[in-house]
């Protein structure tokens, strides 16, 4: 999923900070250099967007207009998080017209995403528990509670109740991890976020790296959530 993106930026940011005088100059110097870039990415992300939603009146259905605001959700997964729920919230509603079960449960997941990053806990667990897990891959449900996880210990900040959410994360993400094919991007995503959580953030690093320097979305993040 293209949410991965977002936390992936952020730990590798993180985990360049540790490792800033080492190896790692050449790539320091690849995010300079995007980082610099920050302006000029901004400002085409806004021209993309408004194009977009110029584009709303001229569809002609339901699965047109779903489309269309999926594709905005996809320009503001990487520029403005909050902007997203209008649309989600939009696209829900198609899904309810159309009686389409896929659209709904892609909407609610977003959602659930959503609140999480802005700490809408309680909503978003609202809206797993109202999930059918055999509705849906069992990945794509592990994958958002691990995210809901991660963003509620970090919003929580409080050992008392951060050992207890990081042992439910760990059973989803070891859950999504025995589903992923080993050698996917998805799994090597998973597996460095788990080894820098065991305190190996040099291997996290070395996987981490590899994925950033062929993923130009991914250069893309750091841009816009690095700083």
């Known amino acids: ?17 540790l490792y800033a005088n080492n190896e790692n100059d050449s790539l320091l110097k690849v995010l300079d250099k995007v980082i610099s870039e920050r302006l000029v990415y901004t400002e085409k992300k806004e021209a993309t967007i408004k194009e977009l939603k110029a584009k709303k009146k001229e569809q002609k259905t339901l699965d047109d207009m779903y489309r269309l605001n999926s594709e905005i959700l996809h320009q503001y997964e990487t520029f403005v998080c909050d902007s997203a729920e209008q649309y ?3 696209n829900i509603e198609i899904a309810k017209k159309l009686d389409n079960k896929t659209y709904l449960l892609e909407g609610r997941l977003q959602l659930a995403f959503v ?31 691990i995210r809901y996880y991660e963003n509620l210990i970090k919003y929580t900040d409080d050992a008392r109740f951060a050992s207890e959410y990081l042992i439910e ?30 305190g190996n953030t040099k291997e996290a690093l070395k996987i981490l790296t590899k994925i950033y320097q062929k993923e130009k979305e991914l ?9």
């Open 169 to 198: 994360k760990e059973a989803y993400r070891d859950t999504v991890m025995s589903i992923l094919y080993d050698a996917s991007e998805e799994y090597s995503k998973e597996r460095a976020i788990k080894l820098q959580d065991q």
């Open 88 to 90: 989600i919230n939009e």
């Open 1 to 17: 999923m293209k949410h991965t993106l977002c936390f992936i930026t952020i730990l590798l940011g993180s985990l360049l900070d």
């Open 115 to 145: 609140y999480s990053l802005s700490g809408l806990f309680i909503q978003a667990n609202d809206i797993f528990k109202s999930i059918n897990c055999s509705d849906l891959p069992s990945h794509l449900y592990c994958w958002n509670r």
């Open 219 to 227: 250069k893309q993040w750091f841009i816009m959530k690095y700083l």
